[in-house]
Structure formats: structure tokens, C-alpha cells
């Protein structure tokens, strides 16, 4: 009988200012995912560890662990999850367990995590089976990426500078950067860059960078009393009409049509 994955538990980015205390002497009983969004110390097994920003662990149930804030203030995504399948899973990917790994692409960890924390409070008859189709998928991709980053030839020594350069278009849509800017950056020419981009991804960056701009402005339509043009300023966009146009192409629905669904 196919055994499921659950999640037991998950945080999208919570944020400690006055810093944080985790000490689980004999494990948490499951396997604990934390990606550190700041610089951070980690104690596993009796050994101190300095975690670098955007490095994520995977605990395995038993491992006795600690972590605290090193840098303020501190912020992380997380999740708890067991499975009879688990190990054997861990196992065939050869995932890293119980030792800081540098993320590839923090961004896809996060949106993962937050995904994951939609789906478990939607509900649903399907969503233990969304649960675990989606734990699964995030850890072949953590794997997958890992072992590209490892390799020396193209595209996996680009992977780390285009994901830092993919967290920027995500996490400041609103500035004027521009293709050929980007490309320059790495020291690429344009064309090549564009190639590389879509290789490493699987979308081309322009869409990442409308992608960055729309999912800002659902934020602010969702969450605040700004207008529309007022929202298509703060995402970056010149033109009110270009920016309506570029949110009913891909949302499929006008601004003020979204704002009113929710």
C-alpha cells in the first residue's frame, strides 16, 4: 500500500527580532527542514556550526540538535514532516542530512514552504495527497539542484549567481533592471544568458521578471487600500494601461477584478 508523506507542521518566514532558542536534545521526532534566512548557530550532535544566509538542514527524527540566532533579526521557513518512506526516499536522492547545505535557489525553498502552508489550511479531501506529492517534489529538486551545483561545467557553476539574481528580481520587482543588465552581471552576453537562464529554470527570465511584478502586485491588492495606479508604480511599472493589460494577460483578470475576489 502506497505510504504518504505528512506534514507534521510549517512556518513561512518567521521573523524572531529579538532572536530564538531551539534546543530538542534527543531530535523533534520527525524530520525537521529549517532553511535559515540569516546567519545563524546550529548545534548538532555536540558540534557548534555557523550557518551561513539562504543554507537550509534536514534533521533526521533522532539527531540532537540546537539553533539560535547568530546574526539579528532571525528569520526562517520550515517544515516538519514523517513517512514510512522517508528514509528509504533520503536515501536514493542521497540527500545531505544533519549538515548545512548552501541553497541553490532559497526563493524556490521558500515558495515551496508557503505553498505547502496554503494547502494544509485550505483542506480538502485531497490534501494529505497534495501534501505529500509536494514534500516529495521540493526534496527531488533540492537533490537535483545540489548535484548540479557540484559540477564544475555549465550550466551548474552559473547556478548560485543566477539564483542570487533570480532572489533580486523576486524580492525588489519594482527596480528597472533589464536583460542586458543582468547578463553583465555575470559577464555573459545577452543571448547566451537568456539561454542559460531558461536552462537552470525552466522559464525565461523576463517571465521571472513580470512573474516578480504580479505576484508584489496581488500582494498589495490583497493587503492594502492603494489604487491601482498607485500599485503599478510601486511594481515598477510606467504606465497604468501596460501594467493592467500585463495583469489580465497573465492572471486573467483585471486589477480591480482580482481585489474583489478577495
Known amino acids: 500500500m502506497f505510504s504518504i508523506i505528512r506534514l507534521d507542521s510549517c512556518g513561512y518566514r518567521f521573523v524572531h527580532p529579538n532572536g530564538i532558542s531551539i534546543i530538542r536534545?534527543?531530535?523533534?521526532?520527525?524530520?525537521?527542514?529549517?532553511?535559515?534566512?540569516?546567519?545563524?548557530?546550529?548545534?548538532?550532535?555536540?558540534?557548534?556550526?555557523?550557518?551561513?544566509?539562504?543554507?537550509?538542514?534536514?534533521?533526521?527524527?533522532?539527531?540532537?540538535?540546537?539553533?539560535?540566532?547568530?546574526?539579528?533579526?532571525?528569520?526562517?521557513?520550515?517544515?516538519?514532516?514523517r513517512g514510512e518512506e522517508l528514509k528509504d526516499l533520503l536515501a536514493e536522492l542521497n540527500f545531505p542530512l544533519d549538515t548545512p547545505v548552501q541553497a541553490v535557489d532559497p526563493m524556490l525553498i521558500s515558495r515551496s514552504i508557503m505553498e505547502l502552508h496554503r494547502v494544509q489550511k485550505q483542506g480538502g479531501h485531497l490534501r494529505d495527497r497534495i501534501l505529500d506529492t509536494d514534500i516529495r517534489s521540493l526534496l527531488m529538486k533540492l537533490s537535483n539542484l545540489h548535484e548540479l551545483s557540484q559540477h564544475p561545467e555549465?550550466?551548474?557553476?552559473?547556478?548560485?549567481?543566477?539564483?542570487?539574481?533570480?532572489?533580486?528580481?523576486?524580492?525588489?520587482?519594482?527596480?528597472?533592471?533589464?536583460?542586458?543588465?543582468?547578463?553583465?552581471?555575470?559577464?555573459?552576453?545577452?543571448?547566451?544568458?537568456?539561454?542559460?537562464?531558461?536552462?537552470?529554470?525552466?522559464?525565461?527570465?523576463?517571465?521571472?521578471?513580470?512573474?516578480?511584478?504580479?505576484?508584489?502586485a496581488k500582494y498589495l491588492l490583497k493587503n492594502s487600500t492603494l489604487s491601482v495606479s498607485a500599485i503599478a508604480a510601486s511594481c515598477g511599472y510606467e504606465h497604468e494601461t501596460h501594467f493592467m493589460r500585463q495583469f489580465k494577460k497573465f492572471v486573467g483578470a483585471t486589477p480591480s477584478q482580482f481585489k474583489a475576489r478577495v
Open 25 to 81: 536534545p534527543h531530535g523533534s521526532g520527525d524530520y525537521a527542514f529549517v532553511l535559515f534566512k540569516k546567519k545563524s548557530e546550529v548545534i548538532i550532535r555536540g558540534e557548534r556550526i555557523l550557518v551561513d544566509s539562504d543554507s537550509f538542514i534536514l534533521f533526521q527524527p533522532e539527531t540532537p540538535h540546537s539553533y539560535a540566532e547568530f546574526e539579528l533579526p532571525f528569520i526562517n521557513d520550515w517544515f516538519h514532516c
Open 154 to 216: 555549465r550550466p551548474g557553476r552559473y547556478i548560485r549567481q543566477f539564483s542570487e539574481l533570480r532572489d533580486e528580481l523576486y524580492n525588489s520587482p519594482q527596480s528597472h533592471v533589464t536583460v542586458e543588465m543582468l547578463a553583465d552581471r555575470v559577464h555573459l552576453s545577452k543571448s547566451y544568458f537568456q539561454h542559460l537562464y531558461k536552462d537552470i529554470f525552466g522559464c525565461s527570465v523576463v517571465n521571472d521578471m513580470i512573474n516578480g511584478r504580479l505576484e508584489l
